[in-house]
Each structure stands twice: as C-alpha cells, then as structure tokens.
Nanobody
C-alpha cells in the first residue's frame, strides 16, 4: 500500500519555526516530484512549495518565499518543509503530495496522485 504520512505539525507562536516531514512508503518516491499544500478552515486548498526529483529545483508560493524551504532525502524516502518566521495566516492543515508527472503547473493539485492525511499547523499571535 502506497502511503505518504506527514508529521511535525503543532502549535507555535508567531515568529516561531516548525519542520514538517512527509515519509513515503510502499514505493520509492525518489523519481517523483513532491509538493506541499495547505488548507485553512473555510478556504480552498493552496499550493505552498514543490521540489523536483531530477535536480531538486524548488518552487514556492509568493506568500511563503523567503520563510519556507522545501527539501528531500531520497535515501529516507522523505520530503521536508522547514517553516520559519511563521505567521497566524500560515495556520492550516498541511498536506504533502507526490507528483505523477506531466505538464501541469507544480501549483496545480491535479499534478499529484498520492496525498498524505495532513498535519495541523496552528500559529498563535
């Protein structure tokens, strides 16, 4: 069974940091791009960041550029999202996803075929 499992969420004060992990199992994700998305209550899911499998190029939403860093460790079949200088607006459930390939934008959720169950991030002011 192919699974992605997120961890590392929690409650943090504004200005603080968290590091999310996304562990894959059931198959190797070393040749998959990986993405992070988030969904706040009452809002649409939005793209946060993505990393390619070929050269680890990265892509970020404007709202997180300079504060978040996506990375991956293929040996551990794990992707990460380092989140610094967190703001209350970052409060959401964060999901990781594995890319199926194709020509859709990295920010398009339809590009991804495996999704984790999500981890809650809450930033207090």
């Amino acid at each position: 069974q192919v699974q992605l499992v997120e961890s590392g969420g929690g409650l943090v004060q504004a200005g603080g940091s968290l590091r999310l992990s996304c562990a894959g199992s059931g198959r190797s994700f070393s040749t998959s791009g990986m993405g992070w998305f988030r969904q706040a209550p009452g809002k649409e899911r939005e793209f946060v960041a993505a990393i390619t499998w070929s050269d680890s190029s990265t892509y970020y939403a404007d709202s997180v550029k300079g504060r978040f860093t996506i990375s991956r460790d293929n040996a551990k079949n794990t992707a990460y999202l380092q989140m610094n200088n967190l703001k209350p607006a970052d409060t959401a459930v964060y999901y990781c996803a594995a890319d199926r390939g194709g020509f859709r934008s990295w920010s398009d959720g339809r590009r991804y075929d495996y999704w984790g169950q999500g981890t809650q991030v809450t930033v207090s002011s």
